[in-house]
T-cell receptor, first 114, second 110 residues
Framework: KQEVTQIPAALSVPEGENLVLNCSFTDSAIYNLQWFRQDPGKGLTSLLLIQSSQREQTSGRLNASLDKSSGRSTLYIAASQPGDSATYLCAVGLSNFGNEKLTFGTGTRLTIIP | DAGVTQSPTHLIKTRGQHVTLRCSPISGHKSVSWYQQVLGQGPQFIFQYYEKEERGRGNFPDRFSARQFPNYSSELNVNALLLGDSALYLC?????????FGPGTRLLVL
């Protein structure tokens, strides 16, 4: 059974700092890995998707890496801003399109201190 | 284009009742998935439908059922509600791989 872990559960950093969020998974036979952002009481916003054959993806100030063999992914946020405050969830997909169950971690609650 | 829409946004039910939640995917998306998110936890997979066929089912009791209509919208039904069914129910649609989530329906069972 695939298990996804995110550590730490909560993180507070001053505005402007760079930070790294961690995600680990137990079964390396994944199809892709997706990072999401969730604001309180809201749905999920997709940030980045990394295919199992890729090592990293970048979007603006965000960079996600994937090391499938070690079962780890990181989300790097550069020059953090108060608007980055949210819960960040990683999820692994085990199959290709048409059969796309995602297994989620419990998230890291990020607070950026102005 | 409109994103994934879900209705209702909030719902209060009592134990033993039945509930129907609705989801409209992004135009052109044929795959719809349902997730349950209990407070403080990550979403848990319930069902996935693609082209009106069930493609996956999570570890949920038979009280949970779903279907997808010809226009690719979907319904999630939960019978005999329990207090533990209180959660945020999320619907996601996809065209290729990236899943796009709706705002969710918050269900409270009293």
């Amino acid at each position: 059974k695939q298990e996804v872990t995110q550590i730490p559960a909560a993180l507070s950093v001053p505005e402007g700092e760079n930070l790294v969020l961690n995600c680990s998974f137990t079964d390396s036979a994944i199809y892709n890995l997706q990072w999401f952002r969730q604001d309180p009481g809201k749905g999920l916003t997709s940030l980045l998707l990394i295919q199992s054959s890729q090592r990293e993806q970048t979007s603006g100030r965000l960079n996600a890496s994937l090391d499938k063999s070690s079962g780890r992914s990181t989300l790097y946020i550069a020059a953090s801003q108060p608007g980055d405050s949210a819960t960040y969830l990683c999820a692994v997909g085990l199959s290709n399109f048409g059969n796309e169950k995602l297994t989620f971690g419990t998230g890291t609650r990020l607070t950026i201190i102005p | 284009d409109a994103g994934v829409t879900q209705s209702p946004t909030h719902l209060i039910k009592t134990r033993g009742q039945h509930v129907t939640l609705r989801c409209s995917p992004i135009s052109g998306h044929k795959s719809v998935s349902w997730y349950q998110q209990v407070l403080g936890q990550g979403p848990q997979f319930i069902f996935q439908y693609y082209e009106k066929e069930e493609r996956g089912r999570g570890n949920f009791p038979d009280r949970f059922s779903a279907r997808q209509f010809p226009n690719y919208s979907s319904e999630l039904n939960v019978n005999a509600l329990l207090l533990g069914d209180s959660a945020l129910y999320l619907c996601a649609s996809s065209l290729v791989e990236t899943q796009y989530f709706g705002p969710g329906t918050r269900l409270l069972v009293l």
